[in-house]
């Protein structure tokens, strides 16, 4: 019963072309989504949100898209860089209740 | 400032004995949350504390699991006893407001159990 669902575990990308990575909910009551960050041997990170009311958020090279009808969200690194390497988990969250974490894809920036 | 500490970060085992992992929030935070990685399910959550007081445990995986947090500064996750299934890295977080929508991790503790 997994709510959020990452489909890729990894992704390469070309050092400057766009990075988009997918993630599907099933729950329709999720009302904030989130981007997590996580390099080696560290803890995630928070990268970026956005609330289920908007559309899109934008943070220098990140772009959160949110689409309800379709239940997807997506982030967009456009340039990547090899510091983006790392890997990069979905949450969401119904408010008042637990954040819910994909699996995780791994991108790796290739120079 | 430090952020969430975790110990150990390494912890190597035989199945059958006891686990203790380690964690002291950022201070002034009032929610703690213990999650597992693992590469199939990902991020789990097993529990999580607002104020000392645990709110949701429906997240630990059986009975044996425990955790506690006997103070606003330290929390405990304990397997007793080990399973070979039970390894994998265990993060703790921790957020400033009731509704986590941003958690600050721990640099995670890897277990493995033989």
């Known amino acids: 019963d997994q709510q959020v669902k990452q489909n890729s575990p990894s992704l390469s990308v070309q050092e400057g072309r766009i990075s988009i990575l997918n993630c599907d909910y099933t729950?329709?009551?999720?009302?904030?989504f989130l981007w997590y960050k996580k390099y080696p041997a560290e803890g995630p990170t928070f990268l970026i949100s956005i609330s289920s009311i908007k559309d899109k958020n934008e943070d220098g090279r990140f772009t959160v898209f949110l689409n309800k009808s379709a239940k997807h969200l997506s982030l967009h690194i456009v340039p990547s860089q090899p510091g983006d390497s790392a890997v990069y988990f979905c949450?969401?969250?119904?408010?008042?209740?637990?954040?819910?974490f994909g699996q995780g894809t791994r991108l790796t920036i290739n120079p | 400032d430090a952020g969430v500490i975790q110990s150990p970060r390494h912890e190597v085992t035989e199945m059958g004995q006891e686990v203790t992992l380690r964690c002291k929030p950022i201070?002034?935070?009032?929610?703690l949350f213990w999650y597992r990685q693992t590469m199939m399910r990902g991020l789990e959550l097993l529990i999580y504390f607002n104020n000392n007081v645990p709110i949701d445990d429906s997240g630990m995986p059986e009975d044996r699991f425990s955790a506690k947090m006997p103070n606003a500064s330290f929390s405990t996750l304990k397997i007793q006893p080990s399973e070979p299934r039970d390894s994998a890295v265990y993060f703790c977080a921790s957020s400033p407001l009731w509704v986590s929508y941003e958690q600050y991790f721990g640099p995670g503790t890897r277990l493995t159990v033989t």
């Open positions: 729950n329709s009551m999720f009302d904030y």
């Open positions: 201070s002034g935070h009032n929610s």
């Open positions: 949450a969401a969250i119904r408010s008042g209740q637990k954040l819910v």
